[in-house]
C-alpha cells in the first residue's frame, strides 16, 4: 500500500469540479463542490444520529438505500436544515440540477450541506452555475472541490490511497471537512470517499461500518453532533478485480486500506478543530476490551477541562482520571500508569498524505500504579507544548489498546463561535 496524489479523482472514472456560488454573499473561495464517476457505483453511507437532520441528510439517506450512486453535490455556507418543506424541495431540486447536467437520475445523487443552521438555502444561486461546475469536472478537480466543502476549517483535508486486490491495482480517494460541531457519531461533518475496487453494496457497508468505528467515531472538537454528519462511498469497480462479495483476503484488504486512509482524515480533522493550537491524541492500552479502550481514550480528549489543560501545557493528569472515571467504563484506577509524550519539529501534516505519529521523542511519566509522581514540571510543559501531543495511558485489566484524537480549547474556539451566524 501507498499514498498516492489526487483524493476524490485519483481512482480510475472520477472526475470532480468546485466553484464559487456565492450561497453566502460574503464568500470569496468556492463553496460548491461536484463529484461524478463515469459508471454507476455501489454505494454506502452513514449519517449523523442527531435527532435533527438537514434536508440533504434526509435525501441522501433515502436514496442511498438502494446501494447506488453516481455523484455528489455539496454546499458550503449553508446547512439546509430546520427548514421545512421548502428546505426539502431545495434539496430535491440540487439532485436535480446535478442529475440533469451529468444526465443521470436524481436518484443516484448524493445531496449535501454545510453551514449556517435554520436558514432558507438559496438554490437558485447553485441553478445559475450549474452548467459551469459540470463543465469544469477534471481529474484535477478535487483541489477546486476540497475547498468548497470547508467552512471555519483553516486546511483542507484530502487523502488517497493505492493498493493491491485481487491482482489489480485498486485506489481509494477521499476530501471531508470538519472543524467544529464535531462529536461523530456514525460520520463526520462531511466526507466523500470514492474508490475503483469492485465490492458489492452490502460488503462496501460492512466495511465502511467496521472501519469508523476506530476512526471517524473517535473524534471530538467540542462535543456537539452535527445535523449534517455524512459520510458516503461510491465504488464503480473500474480497477476490474473480481469483486468482493463475501469476507475474505480480499475484504481483509480493502478493509485495510480504509482504515489507513480513514484514520488519517480523522487525525486532520482533530487538528483542525476551530481555534485549535494542537492535536491531542489519546492511547490506552491493556483495557479488558476494546470497546472500553476506545470509550475511556474518548472520554479523555472530549473532556473540556483536559482540552482547556492541554491549551495551558499544564499536565494535570488528574482530570485525565477525572474523565475516565465517569466515562461508564470498566477500569481499575490503582493500576493506572499515565505519560506524555511528543515529537519536536514536526511539519503540520495537512500538507502530506501520510500519516502522522505523535508518540517518540518527548516523554515523561506522571502517574505510576494509582500513585502521583515527582515529575519535572518545566519538563512537562516542553513536552506539552508541541503541536500534536500523546496522552499515553496504560490500564491493568487485559490486552486491549484503543485511540481517539481532539484537540486544545482556546480562546478562539469562543471568538469563532461567538459569532458565527452574524
Not at 149 to 171: S, W
Request: proline share 2%; hydrophobic share 35%.
Amino acid at each position: 500500500m501507498q499514498f498516492i496524489d489526487g483524493g476524490v479523482t485519483a481512482p480510475q472514472g472520477f472526475t470532480a469540479n468546485g466553484i464559487l456560488c456565492r450561497i453566502k454573499s460574503s464568500r470569496t473561495t468556492n463553496d460548491t463542490a461536484l463529484i461524478y464517476s463515469e459508471k454507476l457505483c455501489n454505494a454506502a453511507g452513514v449519517f449523523t444520529q442527531n435527532r435533527v437532520k438537514a434536508e440533504a441528510v434526509k435525501y441522501t439517506m433515502k436514496h442511498i438505500a438502494d446501494g447506488k450512486m453516481q455523484a455528489v453535490i455539496a454546499n458550503s455556507g449553508n446547512a439546509n436544515c430546520c427548514t421545512g418543506q421548502q428546505g426539502a424541495e431545495v434539496a430535491r431540486r440540487m439532485a436535480e440540477l446535478a442529475a440533469g447536467e451529468l444526465n443521470i437520475s436524481p436518484d443516484n445523487v448524493v445531496v449535501c450541506s454545510t453551514g449556517v443552521i435554520g436558514a432558507q438555502l438559496p438554490v437558485e444561486k447553485i441553478e445559475a452555475k450549474i452548467h459551469e461546475l459540470k463543465e469544469g469536472l477534471s481529474k484535477k478537480g478535487h483541489e477546486e472541490a476540497r475547498i468548497a466543502i470547508m467552512t471555519t476549517d483553516t486546511h483542507y483535508k484530502e487523502c488517497a490511497v493505492e493498493t493491491t486486490i485481487g491482482g489489480k491495482t485498486v485506489r481509494i480517494g477521499a476530501m471531508c471537512k470538519g472543524s467544529g460541531m464535531i462529536h461523530i457519531n456514525l460520520g463526520t461533518m462531511l466526507a466523500f470517499m470514492t474508490t475503483d475496487c469492485a465490492i458489492s453494496s452490502q460488503m462496501l457497508e460492512k466495511a465502511l461500518r467496521s472501519s469508523i468505528q476506530g476512526t471517524y467515531n473517535c473524534v471530538s472538537v467540542d462535543g456537539d453532533t452535527s445535523t449534517n454528519d455524512t459520510l458516503t462511498i461510491l465504488a464503480n469497480g473500474m480497477a476490474g478485480n473480481q469483486e468482493i462479495s463475501a469476507e475474505g483476503p480480499d475484504f481483509d484488504a480493502f478493509l485495510e486500506a480504509l482504515n489507513v486512509i480513514n484514520t488519517v482524515m480523522a487525525k486532520k480533522i482533530a487538528a483542525d478543530g476551530e481555534g485549535a493550537t494542537r492535536l491531542i491524541e489519546c492511547n490506552v492500552k491493556g483495557a479488558k476490551d476494546v470497546e472500553t479502550a476506545r470509550g475511556l481514550a474518548k472520554a479523555v480528549i472530549s473532556s473540556s477541562l483536559v482540552k482547556a489543560a492541554m491549551y495551558g501545557a499544564d499536565a494535570n493528569f488528574g482530570r485525565f482520571l477525572c474523565a475516565m472515571g465517569y466515562s461508564g467504563y470498566d477500569f481499575n484506577p490503582e493500576k493506572v500508569n499515565i505519560w506524555f509524550t511528543s515529537r519536536k519539529g514536526v511539519k503540520r501534516y495537512f500538507d502530506s498524505n501520510q500519516p502522522f505519529e505523535v508518540h517518540g521523542e518527548n516523554s515523561i511519566k506522571v502517574y505510576e500504579n494509582g500513585v502521583p509522581l515527582e515529575f519535572d514540571e518545566d519538563k512537562a510543559k516542553e513536552v506539552l507544548t508541541e503541536e500534536a501531543v500523546e496522552i499515553l495511558v496504560q490500564c491493568g485489566d487485559g490486552q486491549a489498546c484503543g485511540t481517539a484524537w481532539g484537540c486544545d480549547l482556546t480562546y478562539d474556539y469562543v471568538k469563532i463561535n461567538g459569532d458565527y451566524r452574524t
